[in-house]
């Protein structure tokens, strides 16, 4: 993807506060990258090299992926994985797959086995302790899977026990407000790719005034009968939400669609974490 189309890579830095957390996690630092889309065409060599510099630079104590990691068929995967193994982190690297990543019939397996084979913890429906008991790590499946099952997880937890949640899609928080959750890590959205300053995603406007007009006037005209029903809740396209009394983040990722971004530059994330 040429940079005037998708824009130059940010880094968006933030504090994010949490209940409860050790004084022997004070300050971890999280870097969470999402949606690469590696193809060929949706995100540049040089861009991806870039994401992984500034993830390196900033010496994390944990790296965070949220899924996409590819777009149609599950070849790109193993180039990917070739950049991937060069990112450094003191308690290892995660990640959580996205709808792109099973939607070919063996893409789960492939993507799966070549995230693992480079040292990347790759969860689905698993709770892992990067940072210890005390702070637990929960990979959901994609919300498109039929694995899709946050209660056989999350009732697995002490409800005393803050955690973090690695869930592709932020439409997720929605089901996710039964439980406890600190912090939900996500991406999906491409933060709408064009955004309207002080307004937000060109998307969500568009839905508002698709549903003014009548059905038999949208099926005629094959632009007006495009949904963009990936996502419900566009409000949370990108940035951290308060989501009842959880908390969201969601990535804009770096990979991009034609026609291109704007306003909404590609990003790396870097997330301290503070006790409440």
């Known amino acids: 993807m040429h940079r005037l189309l998708s824009g130059p890579l940010s880094t968006e830095k933030l504090t994010v506060k949490i ?6 996690l004070q300050g971890i630092k999280l870097v969470q990258m999402s949606d690469f ?35 149609t068929t599950p070849e790109p995967i193993h180039q990917l994985a070739k950049n991937l193994k060069h990112l450094e982190s003191r308690c290892g ?41 005390e702070l637990p790590l929960i990979g959901l499946a994609d919300r498109y899977s ?35 959750v600190d912090l939900q890590l996500s991406g999906h959205t491409h933060g709408g790719q064009i955004v309207i300053p002080g307004l937000g995603p060109a998307v969500y406007y568009y839905k508002k005034i698709l549903r003014k007009i009548p059905i038999k006037i949208r099926r005629k005209v094959s632009f007006l009968r495009k949904n963009y029903s990936i996502l419900h809740h566009w409000e ?20 991009t669609y034609l026609p291109g971004r704007l306003f909404c530059p590609p990003e790396v994330t870097i997330i301290t974490l503070e006790k409440a």
């Open 19 to 24: 209940a409860g957390l050790p004084a022997s």
């Open 37 to 71: 889309h590696y193809d060929g065409v949706r995100l540049s060599d040089k861009m991806l090299e870039r994401a992984i510099a500034l993830s390196n630079q900033e010496q994390p104590d944990l790296v965070l992926l949220t899924g996409d990691y590819i777009t």
């Open 93 to 133: 690297v995660y990640a959580v797959l996205g709808n792109h990543d099973i939607c070919y019939v063996n893409s789960k397996s492939e993507v799966t086995k070549a995230l693992t084979n480079i040292g990347i913890h790759v969860l689905w429906n698993e709770i892992a302790y990067p940072l210890g008991k």
């Open 146 to 180: 039929q694995e899709f099952n946050p209660t056989l997880v999350m009732n697995q937890l002490d409800p005393a026990t803050p955690r973090i949640v690695l869930s592709h899609n932020p439409d997720t928080a929605e089901t996710l407000q039964k439980w406890r």
């Open 236 to 255: 949370w396209s990108q940035g951290l939400h308060q989501i009842g009394k959880n908390q969201l983040y969601v990535n804009r990722g770096l990979g």
